[in-house]
């Protein structure tokens, strides 16, 4: 009985030992919404960052479109889509 109780107890020891130890990983929060996306990137010993796109914005369109083979995310896409909307009103025949 007492050596199962010491067993117990070394056990308990090594995982709660385990959980308190500190992570040096990053870590990478998205926050995608139905109009925009934002995304910050937090580090250990530093503080949280949001991230920016490629024009110094921190807030992403949610669009995604797929021009051949090219993928293309935020105002590329909805700058893709948009013309192909506005020439297509054109294209509609009313009798």
């Given at each position: 009985?007492?050596d199962?109780?010491?067993?117990?107890?070394?056990?308990?020891?090594?995982?709660?030992t385990?959980?308190?130890?500190?992570?040096?990983a990053?870590?990478l929060?998205?926050?995608?919404?139905?109009?925009?996306?934002?995304?910050?990137?937090m580090?250990?010993?530093?503080?949280?960052?949001?991230?920016?796109?490629?024009?110094?914005?921190?807030?992403?369109?949610?669009?995604?479109?797929?021009?051949?083979?090219?993928?293309?995310?935020?105002?590329?896409?909805?700058?893709?889509?948009?013309?192909?909307?506005?020439?297509?009103?054109?294209?509609?025949?009313?009798?």
């Amino acid at each position: 009985m007492h050596d199962f109780s010491l067993r117990r107890a070394i056990c308990l020891f090594v995982l709660f030992t385990g959980l308190l130890e500190t992570s040096l990983a990053a870590v990478l929060a998205i926050d995608y919404g139905s109009d925009w996306i934002k995304a910050s990137l937090m580090k250990p010993g530093l503080p949280f960052d949001v991230l920016l796109n490629k024009d110094s914005k921190r807030k992403i369109q949610s669009s995604v479109a797929w021009k051949r083979d090219d993928r293309l995310f935020g105002t590329d896409a909805a700058n893709l889509y948009l013309p192909g909307l506005a020439f297509s009103v054109g294209l509609i025949h009313i009798s």
